[in-house]
Nanobody, 123 residues
Framework: QVQLAESGGGLVQAGDSLRLSCVASGRTFSPNPVGWFRQAPGKEREFVASISRSGGVTYYADSVKGRFTVSRDDAKNTVFLQMNSLKPEDTAVYYC????????????????WGQGTQVTVSS
């Protein structure tokens, strides 16, 4: 079993940057794909970004392309989400997740979830 813990959220102004981190314990990420989801108040949880087992392929929601970057450091059992040019609509609880059953992370195959970290972007 993999336990995930996110950190790095906070309150920032539009245009600012944040870097979220997610550290795994109990097990390592390798060779699992890992990534990020978010859930805004009153909305369903949505996919944000993910990275393949090897780290060579990344996927992004259209809403964050060009602004967010996902990366992983398997030696440190950590996945990152660098968020630049933040917008108020990015406000949400961000969750990291991992799949042990697929080569590409999706909500339907994400078997492991963190507790979430709050990101609030003021206008």
């Amino acid at each position: 079993q993999v336990q995930l813990a996110e950190s790095g959220g906070g309150l920032v102004q539009a245009g600012d940057s944040l870097r979220l981190s997610c550290v795994a314990s109990g097990r390592t990420f390798s060779p699992n794909p890992v990534g990020w989801f978010r859930q805004a108040p009153g909305k369903e949880r949505e996919f944000v970004a993910s990275i393949s087992r090897s780290g060579g392929v990344t996927y992004y929601a259209d809403s964050v392309k060009g602004r967010f970057t996902v990366s992983r450091d398997d030696a440190k059992n950590t996945v990152f989400l660098q968020m630049n040019s933040l917008k108020p609509e990015d406000t949400a609880v961000y969750y990291c997740a991992s799949s042990s059953t697929s080569t590409r992370l999706k909500e339907g195959n994400a078997g492991y979830w963190g507790q979430g970290t709050q990101v609030t972007v003021s206008s």
